[in-house]
């Protein structure tokens, strides 16, 4: 059974930046997992922030970057802002046909 | 722009069926793959089943399969999610998600989700 692992709960300061990772249980993340980044804020649907690594969507800030680093998929705030206070999920493409969400982090903004 | 509507939430008793719909517009819907993915009370989000563009092929998460059947009519613009044998644990927000038309069809665009609640 395939985990994949966020921080459950992380905090930044107004300004700040901050990294939050997406690892696998058993492995390494690399870049064949295609790792893809989604916000959601309480009571709506999720937002497409990153895909394939490290490509932002359409209309998202240059604030967002994807990247890997060491061996875990990561999402950099950079100058958070309040209104990046949201749940963050990643994904993994694990191939034939299956994609697994990590657990997702609460990311408070104070 | 893409526009997804999800419809045919409610409220089941265990054991029951539920047809959701996916109606999707602002796009050629025959040539993307779509997605559910659900998100229980409280939880994170889970992904469900995925469909190619021409319903060639069908993913399901282990957690449903056997249980739950995606399909599409291309001629309707529409992707639906046929729920059997639904259990307490089905209970969620049911979101239908755009692919990328790539190989790893990550999840483009969201719609607005629709609940199910499965209750007696």
């Known amino acids: 059974q395939t985990v994949v692992t966020q921080e459950p709960s992380f905090s930044v300061s107004p300004g700040g930046t901050v990294t939050l990772t997406c690892g696998l249980s058993s492995g390494s993340v690399s870049t064949d997992y295609y790792p893809s980044w989604y916000q959601q804020t309480p009571g709506q649907a999720p937002h497409t922030l990153i895909y394939?690594?490290?490509t932002r969507s359409s209309g998202v800030p240059d604030r967002f970057s994807g990247s890997i680093l060491g061996d875990k998929a990561a999402l950099t705030i950079t100058g958070a802002q309040a209104d990046d206070e949201s749940d963050y999920y990643c994904v993994l493409y694990m191939g034939s046909g299956i994609w697994v969400f990590g657990g997702g982090t609460k990311l408070t903004v104070l | 722009q893409v526009q997804l509507v999800e419809s045919g939430g409610g409220v089941v008793q265990p054991g029951g069926s539920l047809r959701l719909s996916c109606a999707a517009s602002?796009?050629?819907?025959?040539?993307?793959?779509m997605h559910w993915v659900r998100q229980a009370p409280g939880k994170g989000l889970e992904w469900v089943a995925f469909?190619?563009?021409?319903?060639?092929?069908?993913y399901y998460a282990d957690s449903v399969k056997g249980r739950i059947t995606i399909s599409r009519d291309n001629s309707k613009n529409t992707l639906y999610l046929q729920m059997n044998s639904l259990r307490a644990e089905d209970t969620a927000v049911y979101y239908c998600?755009?692919?990328?038309?790539?190989?790893?069809?990550?999840?483009?665009?969201w719609g607005q989700g629709t609940l199910v609640t499965v209750s007696s």
């Open positions: 469909i190619r563009y021409d319903g060639s092929n069908k």
């Open positions: 394939n690594t490290n």
């Open positions: 998600a755009k692919g990328c038309a790539c190989s790893y069809e990550y999840f483009h665009h």
């Open positions: 602002g796009f050629t819907f025959s040539t993307y793959g």
